[in-house]
């Protein structure tokens, strides 16, 4: 089965009435964990956006706690995995701002984490690309935003 172009579902979900348009919906969400999380977060934490970040902020200090740290090989793969996971939050968003914060907050953790990612090349160069990334980021925002950004992004460089 090839899927529709999103022009065609448009289309074709403008012609649906309400009560359809929930079953679609719930049937979707039915699916993947993924569908589910973004119905959540349009319904429920859009009009919050300071909320949904703290939010993400706890459990990114949950899941830094959780790092096994005996060895590097573990703390890459879970580094990863976090990295992953805000990425994903940060898809949901689309909000530029939540991007960079959500991304320096990352960076503010790994600096700081035990034992150093100093140490290992592979943590350095995933920190170093980060910043470029963010980089990048911080000069679509406004102006006001891109120096307090700027701010905290120069505090983060090694």
Known sequence: MKAATLAQIKKELQHRDSAELLQLCLRLGRFKKENKELLTYLLFESDSEEGYIESIK???????????????????KSVRKIL?????????????????????????????????????????????????????KIDSLHEDLQHDYGLVLEELKL
């Open 84 to 136: 992953r996971g805000i990425k994903k939050y940060i898809r949901y968003s689309g909000n530029k701002e939540t991007e960079v914060s959500l991304l320096l907050y990352f960076c503010e953790k790994l600096k700081t984490f035990d034992p150093s990612i100093k140490k290992n090349t592979t943590l350095v160069n995933l920190y170093e690309r980060q910043l470029i990334f963010i980089s990048k």
């Open 58 to 76: 706890e459990e990114v200090d949950a899941q830094f706690e959780l790092i096994n740290t005996a060895s590097y090989f573990y703390i890459k």
